[in-house]
C-alpha cells in the first residue's frame, strides 16, 4: 500500500489568514483527491486532480498537484471560520482504490 | 436523495459479541468499500467490492467480513468483536472509472463503535 504523508497535522490560525496544507508520497498516483470532514459526518469530496501540474480552484481554496504526480497542496486564501475541518488527500491505487493521508485538522478562530 | 445510509450510527458490544454494521446506496454505484478512522491515523480499508459477488480484501481485514449480494447493500460483519476494533466505520460508494479517470467517493455518515 502506497503512503501519503499529509502536514501539518494540526493548524490553527486567526480568520483571514492564508494556509497551506500538502501532501506528500514517495509513490506515484494516477490522481489524488482533497476531501473536507466535519465532526460526525463523512468526508465530502472538494476535488479531484489528474494532470501533473494541474491547478485548480474552488473559491478561496487552490489545489496543486506536482508536476511528478507524487504530491498535492491546498491553499486556503482569507481563511473563515467556516473553513474549520478535517482536509484529508486521497491518492487513487489501482482501478479505484484510494489510500488516504492521515488528515490536516484545520481550526480558524474568528 | 439518500445517498449512502448507515446503520446504527452508534453501537457498544462487549468484547466477543458479533454484530453486522449496514450500508445501503440508492446511487446504482458498482463500488463499494468500507474504511475504519482511528484518531491520527486517517482512513484505513478494510474490504471493498466492485460488484454483486465480488469482493476483496484492503489493508486491515482481519477480523471483519462482507459480502455484496446486490448493488445495493456492502454489510460489514465483525464475527467476534475485540476492544481493538474501537473505531468510526464509514460506508462509500463510487461509479468505477472509465478509461483514465477516477471518480470519487460518497460517504456515509459513519457507524460510531465501542467496544467493552
Known amino acids: 500500500t502506497q503512503l501519503l504523508e499529509q502536514s501539518p497535522q494540526f493548524l490553527s490560525i486567526q480568520e483571514g489568514e492564508n494556509l497551506t496544507v500538502y501532501c506528500n508520497s514517495s509513490?506515484?498516483?494516477?490522481?489524488l483527491q482533497w476531501y473536507r470532514q466535519e465532526p460526525g459526518e463523512g468526508p465530502v469530496l472538494l476535488v479531484t486532480?489528474?494532470?501533473?501540474?494541474e491547478v485548480k480552484k474552488l473559491k478561496r481554496l487552490t489545489f496543486q498537484f506536482g508536476d511528478a504526480r507524487k504530491d498535492s497542496s491546498l491553499h486556503i486564501t482569507a481563511a473563515q471560520p467556516g473553513d474549520t475541518g478535517l482536509y484529508l488527500c486521497?491518492?487513487?491505487?489501482?482501478?479505484?482504490?484510494?489510500?488516504f493521508g492521515q488528515g490536516t485538522r484545520l481550526t480558524i478562530n474568528p | 436523495n439518500a445517498g449512502v445510509t448507515q446503520t446504527p450510527k452508534f453501537q457498544v458490544l462487549k468484547t466477543g459479541q458479533s454484530m453486522t454494521l449496514q450500508c445501503a446506496q440508492d446511487?446504482?454505484?458498482?463500488?463499494m468499500s468500507w474504511y475504519r478512522q482511528d484518531p491520527g491515523m486517517g482512513l484505513r480499508l478494510i474490504h471493498y467490492?466492485?460488484?454483486?459477488?465480488?469482493?476483496d480484501q484492503g489493508e486491515v481485514p482481519n477480523g471483519y467480513n462482507v459480502s455484496r449480494s446486490t448493488t445495493e447493500d456492502f454489510p460489514l460483519r465483525l464475527l467476534s468483536a475485540a476492544p481493538s476494533q474501537t473505531s468510526v466505520y464509514f460506508c462509500?460508494?463510487?461509479?468505477?472509472?472509465?478509461?483514465?479517470?477516477?471518480?470519487?467517493?460518497?460517504f456515509g455518515s459513519g457507524t460510531r463503535l465501542t467496544v467493552v
Open positions: 462509500a460508494s463510487s461509479r468505477l472509472p472509465g478509461r483514465g479517470a477516477v471518480y470519487g467517493y460518497t
Open positions: 509513490s506515484v498516483f494516477s490522481s
Open positions: 486532480v489528474v494532470t501533473g501540474g
Open positions: 486521497a491518492g487513487a491505487e489501482g482501478a479505484q482504490k484510494l489510500v
Open positions: 446511487m446504482n454505484h458498482e463500488y
Open positions: 467490492s466492485v460488484g454483486a459477488g465480488i469482493t
